[in-house]
Nanobody
Framework: EVQLVESGGGLVQPGGSLRLSCAAS????????MSWVRQAPGKGLEWVSRTNSGGGSTSYADSVKGRFTISRDNAKNTLYLQMNSLKPEDTAVYYC??????????????WGQGTQVTVSS
């Protein structure tokens, strides 16, 4: 059974940092690209970042570029998101998701339960 379990969320002041983790099990983690996706209160899903299966290629939404860093440890089957210089608009539930591709089309077939990040003074 595929499982993705996020952790590391919490309440942080503006300008602070958090590191999210996503523990994967039930599949060969190193074979899959992975993403972080977030959902702010009352809003739709927003893609945050993606890494390829090996971790050598990453991409970011403009809203987080330069502040967030995605990484992975395939030996530990874990995906990370280091979030620095956090802003109130980063407040959201953060999900990790397994990426599947059909040609040039990216989609997600498994999601974690999410971890809440709240940025507030």
């Amino acid at each position: 059974e595929v499982q993705l379990v996020e952790s590391g969320g919490g309440l942080v002041q503006p300008g602070g940092s958090l590191r999210l983790s996503c523990a994967a099990s039930g599949f060969t983690f190193s074979n899959y690209a992975m993403s972080w996706v977030r959902q702010a209160p009352g809003k739709g899903l927003e893609w945050v970042s993606r890494t390829n299966s090996g971790g050598g290629s990453t991409s970011y939404a403009d809203s987080v570029k330069g502040r967030f860093t995605i990484s992975r440890d395939n030996a530990k089957n874990t995906l990370y998101l280091q979030m620095n210089s956090l802003k109130p608009e980063d407040t959201a539930v953060y999900y990790c998701a397994r990426v599947v591709t059909t040609g040039w089309v990216w989609s997600y077939d498994y999601w974690g339960q999410g971890t809440q990040v709240t940025v507030s003074s």
